[in-house]
């Protein structure tokens, strides 16, 4: 789940768009790490939403705040920062939701994970194609392409009788493997110039 900056790097020149590359490269692999962890102690922790659990569900959003501060910083000459900041707003927003929504169970917490995921991943697939020159974007795209379904999916999942955290685990695992692919194409297209 990421946010969008405004500026263009192709009016910058093609140097600028290259400075912005490792930085990226490095906010990716970090945050294919986090979601590839976060994702295992969820799915340990899937079966009833108790105090870890509940840190954890808060945690995943707060930390897309601040990786979403990081990318909006180091990189407003890809024309992605206005997402990234609309993407700080959005994480910030499900964090609070997931915090009440925890009262309620996990249906209520299925529906505020798929309403953010959904809106996320717009975001997240407006970002990718604006960065599309710099490389590495395609696990992007279809990340963010995944992520509308996804959050579909969970938000119909809360209606069912077996609601259960462990999609939301799968989904962050997903997300932590695209974050790799790209972390690892953004490496390949720096290397190649």
Do not use: C, E, K
Request: proline share 3%; charged share 10%.
């Amino acid at each position: 789940m990421a946010g969008t900056h405004t500026t263009d790097r192709t009016a910058n020149g093609p140097s600028s768009a290259q400075g912005d590359a490792p930085a990226l490269r490095r906010l990716y692999l970090v945050r294919s790490g986090f979601a590839s962890v976060w994702a295992v102690l969820l799915f340990l922790n899937a079966s009833d939403i108790g105090p870890s659990t509940a840190a954890l569900l808060v945690l995943y959003p707060l930390f897309d705040v601040a990786a979403a501060v990081v990318d909006a910083r180091s990189s407003r000459a890809t024309g992605a920062a206005p997402g990234l900041y609309v993407n700080v707003v959005l994480s910030a927003l499900a964090a609070a939701g997931l915090a009440v929504a925890l009262a309620s169970g996990v249906p209520a917490v299925l529906r505020v994970w798929g309403a953010w995921a959904v809106v996320a991943g717009i975001v997240q697939l407006v970002v990718a194609l604006r960065r599309r020159r710099l490389g590495g974007q395609g696990a992007m795209i279809a990340s963010g392409s995944l992520s509308v379904v996804a959050g579909t999916s969970f938000v119909v999942m809360a209606s069912g009788a077996g609601a259960s955290l462990s999609g939301v685990a799968g989904y962050a695992l997903l997300g932590g493997v695209f974050f790799l692919a790209s972390a690892l194409r953004l490496g390949r297209v720096a290397g190649s110039r």
